[in-house]
Every structure is written in structure tokens, then in C-alpha cells.
């Protein structure tokens, strides 16, 4: 069907030991930001002295297992603030990550990313998105930073000067599903409360997780404020990839494996990469090279 596709290559071993890798270390780092494990069993929220630290990644404050901040709603929190301070300390946490490793955050820590790419191992036929629909949606998580993280708790108060959280709040996928969905699971009165806020974040959750199927990354492509704002760090971020131009066949198969549809030959460091090492896995003369400069 047109723009339908579906991988029917055979992984070689070099991508089965990768895969096995990533997985295993993807779970490791979930387990890792929401390891409260007392918090699942009692339903509450952790509380210690860990929840001012913020993690790198989207990680709901309200999962009952997390143990760190998520920066994306600490940053909104500060600035709707009633003094709208600008916080420094969270911004110098993301610049840390973002300088250091870039997006290999998006492709190595993020428990969201993880729900992801399980569900586009659904063996269901796959989307292919069109160059000229796909290029502008890129776009479209820069306007969500700057308009719902931003600018909208700054400026869009309540009598008190106060500014909700507003992507935390309306748009966030990870939130609900970490946050709400398993609250709402454990507490029964948090379910007798739910009302239309709670069904709009549900719907939102399930167009994520479904466009998640069929499109590969489809919440870090095209809606994720806080990969938009590692992606910023991508061009000069101290781990990059390096393309041997004179081992390189030019089969394309380092862009076939790309859950970002990266042109990874002609940008290796493109801001839309995720440096989940997909592409040097599948490279057949490892012509592919990750590294930190230095």
C-alpha cells in the first residue's frame, strides 16, 4: 500500500547484540527514575530529598516510583511561578546533558522512548510519513517549548500571578500514563474525581501511543519539548557519530534502520538524531564511528 512500509530484513548479529543491549539498558534507566517501588504498592508519591534533583528525561513528579524531577515541568513550575524567575538551575541541567551526550538521552534513557519502541514492534503495517508533511511536523515540538513551556505559564495567569504548567498539564503522554493513569489505578478516590481534564489527557495519551504503532518515534519526532530542546546541543554536542566517507558502500542501510528517518550519511550529527546506535549496528563496514570529542 502506498506509503505503507514494513522491515523485512533479517538483523544480522552485530544489531541482535546492540538491540539486546539497548533494551536492557533501557529498562535498567527506567527502573532507575521510578525504582519507589513503595509508591506503586501504597499509591503515594515519593517525597525525599531525590525529587528536587532533575532527572534527564521526561519522568512525571506524580509517578508514585519517581525519584527525580522531570526538568520539562520543574522549568514550567519556576516560571509560572508568582515572581516568573527564570530557572538557572534546571536550564544548567539540561545544557549539562544536552552539551555531554546530546540526544542520546532521547535514545538511551527515556522511559517514554521505551514505551515507544515497544509499541512499534506491534507487527502491524507501518507509516511512511512524506517528505513534504514530515519535514514542517519537525517543527511542530520548537512551537509546544516555546508556546506551552515557555511562554503560556509566564503570561497566562490566574488572579494571583500564578501560571499553570500547561504542557504538563494538557499535552504531556508520559505524564499521564505515568502519573495519572497508575494514580488513578491505585486510589480510588482519585478515580471518583477523574473529570474532562482527565479524559482529554487520556484521549491525547492514546493518540501518542498509537501513532507510536505505526509511526516509529512518533511523540520524539514531532511533539517533545525536551528533545527539541537537546536537539538544539545535537550540532555541538561532545559524543557525535563520524562517517568513514572511505569504507562507506553508500547501501543506505544505516537510513533504513533509523527510527528518526535521519539521512545519516549526509548528516550524521542531524538535531533529529537520537544516537540510538541503530544505524552503526547495521553498518556493514562499520563505517560508522560514535565517540566523544576531546
Known amino acids: 500500500m502506498p506509503g505503507m512500509h514494513r522491515d523485512r530484513v533479517k538483523p544480522s548479529e552485530k544489531e541482535r547484540r ?3 543491549f539497548s533494551w536492557i539498558f533501557r529498562i535498567a ?20 530529598k531525590s525529587k528536587m534533583v532533575c532527572v534527564p528525561v521526561l519522568n512525571c513528579y506524580s509517578c508514585p516510583g519517581a525519584l527525580g524531577s522531570c526538568p520539562i515541568g520543574a522549568l514550567q513550575a519556576v516560571i509560572g511561578g508568582g515572581t516568573h524567575k527564570f530557572s538557572f538551575y534546571v536550564l544548567g541541567t539540561i545544557m549539562l546533558f544536552g552539551t555531554v551526550l546530546g540526544r542520546l538521552v532521547c535514545g538511551f534513557l527515556c522511559p517514554f522512548g521505551l514505551v515507544q519502541d515497544l509499541l512499534h514492534k506491534i507487527p502491524l503495517k507501518k507509516i511512511k510519513v512524506p517528505k513534504k508533511i514530515d519535514k514542517p511536523l519537525r517543527y ?6 516555546i ?5 503560556l505559564p509566564a503570561f497566562a495567569t490566574n488572579a494571583y500571578g500564578m501560571g499553570d504548567p500547561y504542557f504538563c498539564k494538557y499535552i504531556c503522554p508520559a505524564g499521564t500514563l505515568e502519573g495519572g493513569v497508575l494514580l488513578m489505578i491505585l486510589d480510588k478516590n482519585l478515580r471518583a474525581l477523574a473529570g474532562a481534564l482527565f479524559n482529554w489527557k487520556a484521549a491525547i495519551l492514546v493518540f501518542f501511543l498509537a501513532g507510536s504503532v505505526f ?5 520524539c519526532r514531532y511533539f517533545c519539548p525536551l528533545g527539541a530542546l ?8 561532545l559524543y557525535r557519530f563520524e562517517i568513514d566517507h572511505s569504507t562507506c558502500i553508500g547501501c543506505k542501510k544505516c537510513e533504513h534502520v533509523c ?3 535521519v539521512k545519516v550519511v549526509e548528516t550524521p550529527n542531524s538535531a533529529e538524531c537520537i544516537r540510538c546506535g541503530k544505524c552503526k549496528a547495521a553498518c556493514p563496514t562499520d563505517s560508522i564511528k560514535g565517540k566523544f570529542l576531546g
Open 230 to 237: 537537546y536537539a538544539l546541543f545535537s550540532k555541538f554536542a
Open 147 to 151: 508556546i506551552f513551556v515557555l511562554i
Open 140 to 145: 511542530l515540538k520548537y512551537a509546544i517549548l
Open 18 to 20: 546492540h538491540s539486546r
Open 29 to 48: 534507566a527506567a527502573a532507575l527514575f521510578n525504582g519507589y517501588v513503595a509508591g506503586f504498592v501504597k499509591g503515594r508519591i515519593f517525597t525525599g
Open 215 to 219: 509511526i516509529n518515534r512518533f511523540f
Open 259 to 261: 527510527p528518526m528517518a
